[in-house]
Every structure is written in structure tokens, then in C-alpha cells.
């Protein structure tokens, strides 16, 4: 697939009611992609200027062969306008035409085989064994079973006699394995007559490893609600940036160490460990540890990878240091210092050589001993792009004007590095 940077290659998105097309719009737009929404088939000579272009049919309550028909116009009418990667949004409740509306797409864009998940983890969806669950509770079991048939409903049984296409399942264990496993049994199982792929999944970093999976495999027409939408342009390259980014975990919070490893679980994201206990073990063995880290950080940002330094990766990690600079006949405050002094000059020495479009750092001292390395004077502060964590700009010093988002070890979800990364590399707001 060509870059989407190329403005004849666009997203073409088609929902069945304006509220599902502006949020998964919107994620689209959070990866730095012009987006906009038409309501309607359109009846234009003149494709409009946007990388991601969004049909609402309004189909969701039409007849089926009604909605058969708008779907497949919709999908002809974003052919025409340029698209070639194509998303159909379906709610997160498997309410609407679901099946009716994915088979017309195929038909009209002869592809066959797609992959299916309304799993929405952020709003309480999530897809176990086949059934969806909202907030914990069988689909069947909420107010959103109204016409469904009596009795527990997968997402086979929910698509039903709408379907012709063989409909197969992958289940959470292959999810969990990432997204090598998932393309892998995919393929295992594509017939010569393709078909529809539902997959569980029950956080963002499974939609992160399905939407990687279904590059992986070429897929060019994928189904889900807002959430794997999200993921779909960082699995397929197609995130607009001015560079990458560069994360910097000094705080050893238990907040922080789960934050570090859901990052170091995304893809397109790298993670390299300073294995602190080394920086006390005599000059040499410092500096060559610190050299390995640069040069492997240096090695990622050149190549446009957004990159996660850190001193520890778990507890354990935290025990050795202190032990050897108690050894040392260091106090552990200096124990502390000395950490983060390394880290901030891995940072300066690293973005020096490879520049960043931002930096997002936890742990208030490494903050500090960062800003200093940079010769920073201050920060203006720009916004808050989550509680508690807000995002400056340097003052003063050679990096002056660089983007840099600030966090207290404790604060903040499990998903607060990977949305900082976001942020910074795209501009656009995570949420």
C-alpha cells in the first residue's frame, strides 16, 4: 500500500448513523489526518481534499435490501473518491444491518475476507470467547437486546442468515499471543472463498496486535467500532508526524512500570532498558552500559520509531542499583540522583544526533535533571492532555520551543504513555 501522505490515496469509512461516523471520524483525525463526514451518498465530480472521508448512510433502521443497496453505493462512491484502504463502522452493540451492510461492501470492492470486532475496551466493550459483553454483562442481558432472539448470542449467531460468507472465530489466547500469532491463524484458516474473521478482544492493546495483524495480511477492508478504528492508522503506517518521539519512564511508581510495559506492548513502539545497577559498578562499565543504551535509541529515532527509555522495568529492577550504590557507601537519594542524572544525559547526547518532535518524561526528578541537560530556563504550559498531565514548551536553551509532556509517577491510566506519544508525534489530542 502506498503512503497516505500521497493525496490521491485516501480512508474511506462508511457508518450507518451520524454518530458512529463522527466518533470513529475522530480517530482518524487524532492520528493528524484531514477527516471529514458526508451524510448521504454523494453526488459529486470533484473528490473532496481529506486523507480519511466518511459516508453515514444512515442505514441502521432501513430495510436489509435497502441497506444493502446504500452500502454498496457508499462503498463505489469512496472507490471512485480515491480510497483504497476502507473501514466499515459498526456499533459496538451489533445493532443495524451488520452483516447485510459487510457482504455488499466485499461485493462492491471484490475483496473476501475481512476481520470483525466491535470490542470497544474504553466504553465497557469487549468481545470474550465469541459473546460481547458491555461493562461485564452479556449483550443479551442489556437494554441493547431489544429484537434479539431469546437465549446467549455470539457474534456468529448475531450475524446470522445475513451472512453467505463462512464465519470463523479467534479467540482471546491468539489475541494475547500479538499480532504475528493472529495473521498467522488467519491465514491458516482462509478458505479459497475467504469470509469473515471475529476476533475477541478486550483492551487496546489487542486492537492494537488485530489492526497489525490485518496489515500484516494486506487486508484492504476491515470492520469494527471507534475503537479498532483508532488503531488502524499506527498499524498501517499512515500517521501524519513531524517525528518521533521519545519517552523517558524515571519513576519507579507501580503506575509508571505498567505504563512503561503497555507501551512497550504497542506496536511501532520500542523499549530500552539502562540497567541502572551497572552505573555502580566502576567508570568503565558506566559508561559502556550508558553507550549501548544511546547508540540503541539513536539506532530507533533514526528510523522514525517512537522510543521508551527507562531504569527499571519491575520491582526487581528497582533492588539491584540500590544495592550496589548502598555498596558503594551511597545514600539512597544519591542512589536516585545519579539514576536520573544518567538519564538525562542519554537524553541530551541521544536527540542531539537524532532529533524528536517531542519528549514525554515521568518521575519529577528526572524532569528536572532533563530540563537542566537541555539548558531549559522554563516551560510555558500549553494544555492538559489528561488530568494531571500536562503538556510545554521549553524556554530558553537549544531545544527551545520542543513539545514536552511532564507526569508524577502515580498518575494517569495504564495508557497514558502511549496517548502522550500520540500527542507529540501528531499534535492532535488523545482523547
Known amino acids: 500500500m502506498r503512503n497516505l501522505r500521497d493525496k490521491f490515496l485516501k480512508i474511506g469509512v462508511i457508518a450507518d448513523d451520524l454518530t458512529g461516523a463522527n466518533d470513529t471520524g475522530v480517530q482518524f483525525r487524532k492520528s493528524g489526518l484531514t477527516t471529514i463526514c458526508l451524510v448521504g451518498i454523494p453526488k459529486r465530480e470533484t473528490p473532496p481534499e481529506a486523507d ?27 472507490k ?42 474504553a466504553r465497557g466493550r469487549v468481545v470474550m470467547r465469541g459473546h460481547l459483553l458491555v461493562h461485564g454483562v452479556p449483550l443479551e442481558e442489556t437494554e441493547y437486546s431489544t429484537g434479539m432472539p431469546a437465549g446467549p448470542q455470539s457474534l456468529q449467531t448475531l450475524l446470522g ?15 494475547l499471543r500479538g499480532g504475528k500469532r493472529i495473521a498467522s491463524e488467519i491465514a491458516q484458516k482462509i478458505s479459497a472463498d475467504g469470509g469473515i474473521f471475529t476476533i475477541d478482544a478486550s483492551s487496546r492493546s489487542d486492537l492494537a496486535a488485530i489492526a497489525w495483524a490485518a496489515h500484516k495480511l494486506g487486508m484492504r477492508f476491515i470492520c469494527g467500532s471507534a475503537g479498532l478504528a483508532e488503531e488502524i492508522p499506527y498499524a498501517y503506517g499512515l500517521v501524519k508526524s513531524v ?19 503497555e507501551a512497550s506492548r504497542t506496536p511501532n513502539v520500542a523499549a530500552v532498558n539502562l540497567d541502572a545497577s551497572k552505573l ?13 543504551v544511546t547508540d540503541q535509541l539513536a539506532n530507533y529515532l533514526k ?24 555498596r558503594k557507601g551511597l545514600t539512597e537519594t544519591e542512589v536516585r540522583t545519579r539514576v536520573a542524572q544518567s538519564l538525562s544525559k542519554i537524553v541530551i547526547t541521544v536527540i542531539e544526533e537524532s532529533p524528536v518532535s517531542g519528549l514525554f518524561v515521568t518521575g519529577g526528578e528526572t524532569a528536572v535533571h532533563i530540563l537542566k541537560a537541555l539548558q531549559a530556563e522554563g516551560t510555558e504550559i500549553i494544555k492538559e492532555i489528561s488530568p494531571g498531565i500536562p503538556v510545554v514548551k521549553l524556554q530558553g536553551g537549544k531545544f527551545a520551543g520542543l513539545n514536552v509532556v511532564t507526569k508524577a509517577g502515580g498518575f494517569g491510566d495504564d495508557y497514558s504513555i502511549v496517548d502522550a506519544i ?10
Request: proline share 6%.
Open 80 to 121: 471512485d473518491m480515491g480510497a483504497r484502504l476502507f473501514y466499515k463502522k459498526i456499533d459496538s452493540t451489533m445493532r443495524g444491518n451488520i452483516g447485510v451492510e459487510i457482504e455488499a461492501i466485499m461485493d462492491a470492492l471484490g475483496v473476501n475476507t475481512t476481520i470483525l470486532t466491535p470490542a470497544y475496551p
Open 243 to 261: 517525528g518521533p518521539v521519545l519517552a523517558v519512564v524515571g519513576s519507579p511508581s507501580p503506575t509508571s512500570i505498567k505504563q512503561l510495559n
Open 161 to 175: 442468515a445475513s451472512i453467505t460468507r463462512p464465519s470463523t472465530h479467534v479467540d482471546i489466547e491468539t489475541v
Open 303 to 326: 528510523r522514525k520509531v517512537d522510543s521508551v527509555l527507562s531504569s527499571a522495568r519491575s520491582e526487581a529492577d528497582l533492588d539491584a542499583p540500590l544495592s550496589a550504590g548502598l
Open 52 to 78: 480519511a472521508i466518511v459516508l453515514d448512510t444512515e442505514s441502521r433502521n432501513k430495510p436489509r435490501d435497502e441497506a444493502r443497496r446504500l452500502a454498496s453505493q457508499a462503498a463505489t462512491a469512496l
Open 280 to 292: 555502580f559498578l566502576g567508570k568503565k562499565t558506566s559508561a559502556v552500559e550508558a553507550e549501548r
Open 422 to 431: 500520540r500527542y507529540l508525534r501528531t499534535g492532535s489530542d488523545p482523547n
